[in-house]
C-alpha cells in the first residue's frame, strides 16, 4: 500500500463519496479528506447534509481496523468519542454524545458521524468515517437554530485547527482500544460521554415506543426499558432523548 493521502480542498460533493473512491482504489488507512464547502453533503438516513464554505470541519477519515465485521457497529461510537473528547480537550465545552452518535452541547446538535462501510471476501475491507461539526455560526441554516449549535456560538474565534489536530489523534487511539479489546475498550469512556442512557428516549421507525435507556450492550445497540418493564434492544433508527434537539 502507497502512502496516506490528505486532500484539502476548496469544494467537493461529498468528503465520504470522494475517500470511497479513494479506498476502493486501495488508499492506506489513516487517509483523509477534508473541504471547505460540500455540494452534495451527506447526512444518515438518506438526508442532505447543509455544508457552507469555511463554517464547518467537513472531513472523512479513512480506516481499516482489524476487527471482525460484526464489531463494526461500534466504529461509529468511537467516531462520536473521538470527537467528543477533542472539543471537551480543546475548548472546555461538556459535549456530549447522543446515541448512536450525533454530538450534543447544552442540548442542541453540534456534529453528526456517517460512517459508510465496504466488506470484501476477508471481512471489513473499509470504513469511511464521516464528521460534519459545526464550527462557526453559519453552518446550520438559521430555521434549525432551536436544535442545532456551533463552537462559535459558545467561543470565539473557535479553534478550528486544534479541534482538527485532537480529533485525529483522538480517533487513532480509540480505535487502536477497540481494536485491542473490542467492546470492553471503549465501553467506560462511551458510558460517561453519552447524554442518552439514564435519559426518557422515544423510539421510532420499524419500532415506536418510549422508555429509559439503561445501557449498551458489547454490539453497540441501546438497552431501553419500556414503560411495562421489559428490556429492550434498539439496533437503528431514530432514538429521540427528552430535553435534547427539540423533544420535549
Ligand atoms: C448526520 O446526519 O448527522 C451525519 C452527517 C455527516 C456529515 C459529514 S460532513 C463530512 C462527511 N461527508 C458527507 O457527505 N457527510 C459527512
Redesign the pocket.
Known sequence: MGREEALVLAET?????LLKQLALAGAPAGSLCL?ET?T??????G?S?H?PAGQ?????VLLRPRIKPEVAPLVTLCVAMAMAQAVRKVTGLDAQIKWP??LVLRGK?L????LEIGFGPQGIDYI?A????NVRKGAYPADLAHQATSIEDHISPPPRRELLVHYLAALEEITDRLEESDFAGIAGDYRVHSCTLGSQVKVSGSMEFTGTAEDIDETGALLVRDECGELRRVLAGDVSVRGVMGYV
Do not use: Y
Request: proline fraction near 0%; charged fraction near 15%.
Open positions: 460533493a461529498s468528503t465520504n463519496t473541504c460540500q452534495a453533503g451527506k447526512g444518515r438516513l438526508r447534509w455544508s464547518g470541519l467537513w472531513l472523512s452518535n450525533d446538535k456534529c453528526g458521524v456517517l469511511v464521516g464528521t460534519g461539526l
